[in-house]
């Protein structure tokens, strides 16, 4: 089925109970007075799952709960703080550190988390300081 922007729509959103049906060729989705007739693609598959998922072993981080006090009290000086998305990258793998680097000054630190352990292939994932502080909030 395609996507359809319908679905985000406010009016369509306060319309109250959803209610779902199958015409001959379309899954039809209602809700309210609202009521979308979607093709079905009546020949077609479901996509390969096995092509899209990761075939490697994922890679956890096991944070130390003094390494990750520390990192939440460093996060808010890290540089960058003020870019639109408070960029900051975790890498893990020999060891675990979170990187920042503010771009108009190109100023870089690193919070090494020497207590901290990573298994599973090294990577390095850029995300949003918020969202780390969040998540070292509900460790």
């Known amino acids: 089925m395609p996507a ?18 199958r015409a001959a060729a379309h899954l039809v989705v209602a809700e309210g007075p609202w009521a979308v007739f979607l ?28 390494d990750a006090a520390a990192l939440r009290a ?30 108009g000054t190109g100023a870089v630190r690193a919070v090494v988390l020497p207590r901290s352990a990573a298994a599973g292939p090294p990577v390095r994932v850029a995300l949003d300081r918020r969202l780390l502080a969040r998540a070292l909030t509900l460790q």
């Open 4 to 21: 359809v922007p319908v679905f985000a729509s406010k009016p369509l959103a306060r319309a109250g109970g959803v209610r779902v049906g």
């Open 74 to 103: 460093a996060l808010p000086g890290l540089p960058g703080a003020a870019d639109e998305h408070r960029p900051v990258t975790l890498d893990a793998g020999a060891t675990v550190a979170v990187r920042s680097r503010d771009a």
């Open 39 to 66: 093709p079905v693609a009546v020949g077609a598959r479901y996509p390969d799952v096995a092509s899209v998922v990761p075939r490697h072993a994922a890679t956890t981080v096991a944070l130390d709960p003094a």
